[in-house]
């Protein structure tokens, strides 16, 4: 099977400072893998420097997406490839309603792959399908883009798009912080069920419980911009009860 | 007028300085009682219309230039214009491969058809094509209903009793600077009479009109609804308008009685200068609307993103009681331009009511003010209004002011003022590409969102034209 994202020693920061110092990571098509780290280890960065965020420079290294150079590509080419992020902070848009700006968003991805605009009958029904599944009320639909959205809404309405648009990779930056227990399993759901044996999933994590819905094919640890230890699914639950001092403390970092 | 006169002005071409040619006839600069008798001469105009010039242009002679604006230009020198060019043909090509293309480009952009591509920029076309047939039908609809629309040149001649009723009696000569100088000097516009009763049974637009010449640097307009009638007008057009003469002061006047309704609707995309603020059209408009009559209504709504300069404040005079007055504006600025623009309501009947929207939106080094002004006058017992004025900022370096102010002699009236300020951030926009759309796309996405309220209230066809000249108009700005 061809690997769908490899990222080899992969070196970015901002402004002069490395943040991310040298990772490197393997996705197959179908697995999900999960990303623990305390504050400002660089999670989000990782995420930020795969959807193609500018202000973060790569220093060095490579990505390669689909056998593609996913560096050189611009953020929105990126997504027209099917790349997606759930982000931790999603923006608000007044005046734009979701209904149509997750419209104008999947017509310009099917436009980039040569694809007709969803006609609209089936563009509803697939909204309120989706809309179900992350048990978002229709009228969040009319509704500007996250505008007056509480915490947990956002992010269903992150999963929502996702599901709208049904990227080949999907990288959710903490989108279980935040969620009470019944949104936590709504979203996992949702995950769950746009899971295919084509597409895959990174999900950036501090709570294990996530983990119990989604249950992660490899769980990494990233401490100060690097990749520290991998492992099953197991490993969350002993971050969980250990923490992550033991990991600088064992020597494991440099 | 005297022929001695006119072989007395005509008689000084050389040293004037008299340009004449196929396409067009120019006079020499400056402004005198001369060249107002010149221009209403060529126009065959009757002697109270020259009078009526005269008498503006001593009154303009003795006022100052406005300071008051929150723009930025040097000094106009009125003896440096022409007053008076003959109707200026459009060079005339032989195909739109002689077109600029850079103007082509804009045309599909906003979806224009082949053949209205073709007259806009001057290319003949055929004779099939010709538009005085649709004119024609056009006329006859109207004249059926008993409306009459034609240009201000016909209707002096036409219609002598209806315009000297009306003209300058909602914009009286004195009112400001450029209101003097346009009635002294104004070379054409549009007329409409709406009679009693009559729901005028299209969308009026200069294009429907026979005879519709370039109408020059000085318009001037004149609506007037009478009783239970209703219009809806509309003025200018998306695709953009290049011109040479860089002073426009147009005069627009609307008159509307007891339960009439007048519906005014602007696109205004006059060259704006280039991206270093070269060049570009000053646009220095005065626009009112009289709501004469008890439960008469007059709405503007007006997309803005022409001009280098503009400064045009389209206000109502509610004297009817329960009149209403509304105003609805997305003003955009981008690179250099600077735009003053807001309204003025004036409540003076018992009841009436007001509605401000207006939507700015800053692009590059550009500024953009409302100036907005609310007066109840002590009369106007329980009078409302409501404003809304909301900028948009794309960038750091464009500024965005509102000044709003308020006049109240009524202690019974109310105003209800909401502001907002936001900013297209690179966060916003990095959403948006994530989502796969490219920048230019999700600008266009979140100002038609924006400016939503405003376009809704555009009729249909022209508000999709709108939003893609909106885009347009913002193209280059961000990244
Ligand atoms: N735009 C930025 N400007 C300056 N510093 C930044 C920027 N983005 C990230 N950093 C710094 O890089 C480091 C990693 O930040 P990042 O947001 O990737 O951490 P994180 O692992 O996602 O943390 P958290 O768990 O709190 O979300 C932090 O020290 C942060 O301050
Ligand atoms: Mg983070």
């Not at chain 1, 999960?34 to 420079?57: C, D, F, H, Q, W």
């Not at chain 2, 309704?261 to 696109?267: A, D, G, L, Q």
């Amino acid at each position: 099977m061809k690997p769908l994202l490899i990222i080899d020693q992969l070196r970015a920061g901002i402004e002069g400072r490395e943040i991310l110092k040298g990772i490197s990571l393997t996705v197959n098509p179908g697995e999900v893998h999960a990303i623990m780290g305390p504050n400002g280890s660089g999670k989000s960065t990782l995420a930020s420097v795969l959807s193609g965020r500018s202000e973060y420079e790569v220093i060095s290294g490579s990505v390669t997406y689909n056998g593609e150079d996913l560096l050189e590509k611009a953020p929105e080419e990126r997504a027209q490839a099917g790349v997606f992020q759930a982000f931790q902070y999603p923006v608000e848009i007044p005046g734009v309603s979701t209904a149509n700006f997750v419209r104008t968003s999947l017509n310009a991805i099917r436009a980039a792959r040569g694809e007709e605009p969803l006609d609209p009958s089936a563009f509803l029904m697939r909204m309120k399908e989706r809309m179900a599944l992350v048990e978002l009320d229709p009228s969040f639909l009319q509704r500007s883009l996250n505008e007056g959205f509480s915490g947990g809404e956002k992010k269903r309405n992150e999963i929502f798009q996702m599901a709208m648009l049904e990227p080949t990779l999907a990288i959710l930056d903490e989108t279980d912080s935040g969620l009470d227990i019944d949104a936590l399993r709504i979203v996992a759901n949702g995950v769950n069920a746009l899971r295919t044996p084509n597409n895959a999933m990174v999900v950036i994590t501090h709570y294990q419980r996530l983990l119990n819905y989604i249950v992660p094919d490899v769980v990494h640890v990233l401490m100060d911009g690097q990749l520290v230890l991998s492992g099953n699914k197991d490993l969350a639950l002993e971050l969980e009860a250990k923490g992550y001092d033991w990991l600088r403390n064992d020597g494991v970092v440099a | 007028m005297s022929q001695e006169l006119i072989d007395d002005v005509v008689g000084r071409e050389y040293e004037y300085g008299f340009v004449s040619d196929i396409d067009q006839e120019l006079i020499a600069k400056g402004l005198s009682p001369d060249v107002i008798h010149f221009i209403s001469n060529k126009k065959e105009e009757p002697e109270w219309m020259l009078e009526w010039r005269l008498k503006a242009y001593e009154q303009w002679l003795r006022m100052k230039h406005p300071h008051w604006s929150n723009v930025h230009f040097p000094p106009v020198d009125f003896q440096e214009i022409i007053y008076w060019a003959a109707p200026k043909k459009k060079p005339t090509l032989n195909s739109l491969d002689e077109v600029d293309p850079e103007l082509l480009n804009t045309f599909k952009k906003l979806g224009i058809p082949l053949d209205e591509q073709k007259q806009l920029a001057g290319v003949a076309v055929d004779a099939v094509l010709d538009s005085v047939s649709v004119k024609t039908t056009f006329q006859k609809a109207l004249a059926e209903k008993g409306v009459i629309f034609s240009s201000m040149s016909d209707a002096i001649k036409n219609h002598p009793d209806l315009v000297r009723k009306y003209l300058g009696s909602v914009v009286p000569v004195t009112d400001n600077f450029y209101a003097a100088l346009n009635s002294a000097v104004f070379s054409d516009g549009s007329f409409v009479y709406v009679p009693k009763g009559v729901r005028c049974p299209m969308e009026l637009s200069t294009y429907f009109r026979i005879n519709a010449k370039n109408t020059g640097q000085f318009e001037r307009t004149l609506i007037i609804a009478d009783e239970g009638s209703y219009v809806s007008y509309l003025e200018g057009c998306t695709a953009p308008q290049r011109d040479e003469n860089q002073l426009h002061a147009a005069v627009v006047e609307l008159v509307a009685h007891a339960h009439a309704e007048i519906k005014y609707s602007t696109v205004q995309n006059w060259f704006p200068g280039d991206k270093d603020g070269n060049g570009g059209v000053y646009n220095f408009v005065t626009k009112r609307g009289l709501c004469e009559g008890a439960k008469s209504k007059i709405s503007w709504t007006q997309v803005e993103t022409g001009s280098a300069i503009t400064w045009k404040y389209p206000s109502v005079v509610l004297k009817g009681d329960e009149s209403v007055g509304e105003f609805y504006s997305v003003a955009v600025t981008a690179n250099y331009q600077q735009a003053d623009t807001g309204t003025k309501m004036t409540h003076i009947g018992k009841n009436t009511r007001s509605r401000i929207v207006s939507k700015g939106i800053s692009a590059g080094k550009s500024q953009n003010s409302y100036r907005g002004l609310v007066r109840f006058n002590s009369k106007a017992d329980n009078s409302r209004n409501y404003s809304q004025c909301d900028s948009l900022l794309i960038g750091d370096q464009c500024g965005a002011h509102t000044f709003p102010y308020l006049e109240t002699a009524n202690p019974t009236c109310t105003v209800e003022h909401e502001a907002t300020t936001s900013k297209i951030g690179e966060d916003i926009l990095f959403y948006c590409n994530q989502r796969g759309l490219d920048t230019e796309k999700a600008v266009a996405l979140i100002v038609n969102g924006y400016a939503k309220e405003v376009l809704n209230n555009l009729p249909m066809e022209f508000a999709v034209e709108a939003q893609k000249l909106l885009a347009i108009s913002l193209e280059g700005s961000v990244g």
